[in-house]
């Protein structure tokens, strides 16, 4: 595999405020790849300068082997974007705005009614986004940019805001294109979401990134505990450490069928952020 995206001492501010401060990161190609922070982290402002939208201060951002800069309407068809309802048309029906995105890329590589289909808007393809659902609309521009088949995909807090079915619904729709070969570039305050979905995970705060990893890695690296936590059968809890001499009880309460639950001390995401930042991937 090749790095996809390669960003190189990457910069950035707004007035006094530095959003962005020297990120580096490569992104392999196929991959998911989930950038976790807290509101006003630069998670929105590091896309919008992979996408061209935004012109750093400094540094470097290539995609698709080139710089961002320097590539043109043909590169761009090659890029899925899917921002928080950006190019949905509260007039139109969902059909129709897709149809308006295939004639303004002169192409399209899905039929619309298929990708509708897909997403689960097949009975909506004629209701107006006025009238949709919030997660209705999420799937709606997750459709917009599979329309063009996209080489690499950017979501932005994809399933912000939705209840528990229709984020699975989503989860599900990234993994299969993950499966075909897909770039996607994932930014959420979600915990869960990142440890479900993506191979590396990098950790922004105040625009620099604290941590990098897959997310198992980054859990394993933070457990300072190192013990397993035993519940018994007969309501005891038992703690052990990580050594040989744990092992032994631990074999014994099996060998007596006392074990009920066992769970190692191991972090998620959420207490990692929190020991590195003070606060919490949602605030």
Do not use: W
């Not at 090659?78 to 928080?84: A, C, L, P, Q, S």
């Not at 309501?235 to 631990?250: C, P």
């Amino acid at each position: 595999m090749s790095a996809e995206i390669i960003i190189k001492d990457l910069y950035h501010d707004f007035g006094a405020k530095n959003v962005l401060d020297g990120i580096e990161l490569e992104i392999e190609e196929g991959e998911i790849f989930g950038l976790l922070g807290p509101s006003g982290a630069g998670k929105t402002t590091l896309i919008n300068i992979l996408t061209g939208q935004l012109t750093p201060k400094s540094g470097t951002a290539t995609l698709l082997g080139k710089e961002v800069g320097l590539l043109k309407g043909n590169d761009y068809v090659k890029i899925g974007i899917m921002m928080d309802h950006f190019g949905l048309y509260e007039r139109m029906n969902c059909y129709d705005n897709l149809k308006f995105y295939e004639i303004l890329d002169g192409k399209s590589n899905l039929n619309i009614s298929d990708v509708l289909t897909y997403v689960g808007l097949e009975k909506a393809s004629k209701t107006k986004v006025s009238d949709l659902s919030k997660g209705m609309r999420n799937r709606l521009s997750f459709a917009r940019v599979l329309l063009r088949s996209p080489r690499i995909m950017f979501l932005d807090e994809p399933t912000s805001g939705l209840d528990p079915s229709t984020t699975e619904n989503i989860h599900e729709l990234i993994l299969a294109e993950k499966k075909k070969g897909t770039t996607i570039f994932l930014t959420t305050h979600n915990m869960y979401e990142a440890e479900k979905l993506c191979d590396h995970i990098a950790l922004l705060n105040e625009g620099k990134i604290v941590e990098y990893g897959t997310p198992e890695e980054i859990c394993r690296r933070y457990n300072h505990q190192k013990k397993l936590l035993i519940h018994c059968k007969n309501g005891n809890d038992i703690e052990l450490t990580h050594n040989a001499q744990s092992g032994d009880v631990l074999a014994e309460l099996f060998e007596k069928g006392e074990v009920e639950t066992i769970h190692s001390t191991e972090p998620n995401l959420e207490t990692v952020f929190m020991e590195l930042t003070g606060k919490g991937l949602d605030k």
